[in-house]
């Protein structure tokens, strides 16, 4: 009896390692990467350097849930929040009620946009069930471009920021952010 389950144990953490190698091994990398000598190197070794990613606020372009390729200059209020969120995220989904009532109060001074990290399916379907009233759009393959131009290096869920009518981001706030945080900022910048 003793033996079978050390042999069931061993067989799962044999699995397990499996699945994490194999995972590793088909998950792609989203970071523009190319080789290249480093000058101020010694003369026998080269790397491999990041390129920096320069997206302009105005190419920008992600689908919504219906899969339609949306700018983020096509909102032209006073001031753009974004906010960084997923159906999975526990703060997240703790301050959607405040966005809600933000992007109600605020309506003619303020676009609050959601940047889904999330499967299309899943947005819809947490958006079905608590329906918000601000465009999402999926952050999928370019998710390493978005979080350096909004300055989330951390890449942490939920991360909010806002632009002024210039577009010049001018606020930043990683974690859960609440009604009075998000209104003091807003009073602030209008």
Not at 44 to 55: I, N, Q
Not at 80 to 91: E, G, K, S, T, Y
Not at 107 to 115: A, F, H, P, R, W
């Amino acid at each position: 009896m003793k033996r079978n389950i050390l042999f069931v144990i061993a067989i799962g953490l044999l699995s397990t390692v499996a699945g994490v190698a194999m995972f590793s091994l088909t998950i792609k990398q989203p970071e523009f990467i190319s080789a290249s000598t480093n000058s101020n190197s010694a003369p026998h070794k080269s790397a491999v350097t990041v390129e920096p990613v320069t997206l302009s606020f105005d190419e920008i372009v992600l689908n919504d849930l219906q899969s339609k390729p949306r700018y983020l200059s096509e909102w032209d209020s006073p001031l753009l929040i974004v906010n960084f969120w997923a159906p999975w995220c526990p703060p997240c989904r703790r301050e959607i009620p405040a966005l809600v009532d933000i992007q109600q109060t605020y309506q003619e001074n303020v676009q609050l946009i959601g940047l889904s990290f999330d499967s299309p399916q899943n947005v819809t379907m947490f958006n079905d069930k608590y329906p918000m009233n601000y465009p999402l759009l999926i952050v999928q393959r370019e998710s390493s471009e978005i979080n350096t131009y909004f300055g989330n290096n951390s890449r942490a869920l939920p991360y909010t920021a806002i632009l002024n009518q210039q577009r010049e981001i001018v606020f930043q706030h990683s974690g859960e952010i609440s009604r009075e945080q998000l209104e003091k900022q807003i009073k602030t910048l209008l």
